[in-house]
Structure formats: structure tokens, C-alpha cells
């Protein structure tokens, strides 16, 4: 069954920092890759997504994503966060055949903490 | 446009009580989900539906029932509350040729004395 590991439960960065939030996946068939975050009180947000091509993905709010199949990662990264960006973040992956459900299957989520 | 609404947003239930929540969407998307979400352990995806008229069950369907009636509205029910259903729930909907692309009510939080 395919599968999502968050490493990190909670990440402290201080503002204006640079930010990696570590996402691997378990499963070997081509995934499509997404990372959501939620913003306190909130649902989830769709940051970006990889389903092929170029393996740097750009999303919404600066963030972006590089795919490397070699170490089944999906690794987050922001080069400057910002008070704004505390979050939790979840990465999530489904098969490229996933059907109706998808087969969506989150990570259990980074707590990022911004520190001033 | 207001996305994806759920009502309530909050609700205390004693246990055996039952309830309904609703979830609508405005993006006239075929796919619609029930999620919980619990400390500690991401979405878990309760009930799904890929059109109208239709459900199926998703990770943890057990305790909760769900139709779709109309497009636009995906209803969750819990016959019989158990405080092991505290959660927060939530509800998405993505159109047909978005998989995966999937977008969140501002959720329901439940709490089962």
C-alpha cells in the first residue's frame, strides 16, 4: 500500500530563514504529488503539484517542490518564510490511476512554527 | 464564489445522538469527500462520491452514512455518536480532470460527550 512519511512532526525557522519541509513516499508505481497547507482554523490549500515533467514544481505564496524519484522525496523548500507561512503542512500523493477516490493519501502533517 | 460551506462549524453532541452535516460546493464539481482529522494523524478519508446519486466508502467509514441527492451537496451522518467521532471534519470537492486537485470547506468541528 502506497504511503507518506513526514519526518518532521513540528519545524521551528526564524523569519526570513530558508525552509525545506521533508516529504518521502512509499509506493511503486508513478505517483502524482501534491503539498496542501492549513493555515490555523482553516482547510486545506493546494500549494503545488508534480505529476511529470520538470522536477522543480513552482506553487502559490513562493514555495516550491523538487521530485526525486531516486530517493522517493518531495521535499518542500522556501528560500525566505515569513510570519504568515506558520502553517501546518501536509504532502499527500495518489496514483496516476487512482480511480475515484484518488487513492489520495496524506502524510500526517508538518507544524511549522515561525520564530521573529 | 464560496467554494466549498459546511454547516455547522461547530456541534457538541451527547453520545447515541445523531446528526447531519452538510457540505456544499459551488464549482459544479463532480467528486466530493468526507474527511476527519485527528492530532497526530492526518486526513483520513471517511466517504467519498464521484457523481451524483452515487457514494462509496473511503478509509473509516464505520459509525457514518452519506448521500448525495444533489450535485452540490454531499451530506455526512452519524446515527449514533460515540466519542471516538471527536474530530474535525472536513469536506472537499475537485472537478473530473483534476485528480488529486482537491478543494477544502473551512470545516466542522464535532465534539461527542
Known amino acids: 500500500a502506497q504511503s507518506v512519511t513526514q519526518p518532521d512532526i513540528h519545524i521551528t525557522v526564524s523569519e526570513g530563514a530558508s525552509l525545506e519541509l521533508r516529504c518521502n513516499y512509499s509506493y511503486g508505481a508513478t505517483p502524482y504529488l501534491f503539498w496542501y497547507v492549513q493555515s490555523p482554523g482553516q482547510g486545506l490549500q493546494l500549494l503545488l503539484k508534480y505529476f511529470s515533467g520538470d522536477t522543480l514544481v513552482q506553487g502559490i505564496k513562493g514555495f516550491e517542490a523538487e521530485f526525486k524519484r531516486s530517493q522517493s522525496s518531495f521535499n518542500l523548500r522556501k528560500p525566505s518564510v515569513h510570519w504568515s507561512d506558520a502553517a501546518e503542512y501536509f504532502c499527500?500523493?495518489?496514483?496516476?490511476?487512482?480511480?475515484?477516490?484518488?487513492?489520495?493519501?496524506f502524510g500526517k502533517g508538518t507544524h511549522l512554527i515561525i520564530q521573529p | 464564489n464560496a467554494g466549498v460551506t459546511q454547516t455547522p462549524k461547530f456541534r457538541v453532541l451527547k453520545t447515541g445522538q445523531s446528526m447531519t452535516l452538510l457540505c456544499a460546493q459551488d464549482?459544479?464539481?463532480?467528486?466530493m469527500y468526507w474527511y476527519r482529522q485527528d492530532p497526530g494523524m492526518g486526513l483520513r478519508l471517511i466517504h467519498y462520491s464521484v457523481g451524483e446519486g452515487t457514494t462509496a466508502k473511503g478509509e473509516v467509514p464505520d459509525g457514518y452514512n452519506v448521500s448525495r441527492l444533489k450535485k452540490q451537496n454531499f451530506l455526512l451522518g452519524l446515527e449514533s455518536a460515540a466519542p471516538s467521532q471527536t474530530s474535525v471534519y472536513f469536506c472537499?470537492?475537485?472537478?473530473?480532470?483534476?485528480?488529486?486537485?482537491?478543494?477544502f470547506g473551512e470545516g466542522s468541528r464535532l465534539t461527542v460527550l
Open positions: 499527500a500523493v495518489v496514483l496516476e490511476s487512482g480511480g475515484g477516490a484518488d487513492g489520495l493519501t
Open positions: 464549482m459544479n464539481h463532480e467528486y
Open positions: 472537499a470537492s475537485r472537478a473530473t480532470s483534476n485528480q488529486g486537485e482537491l478543494f
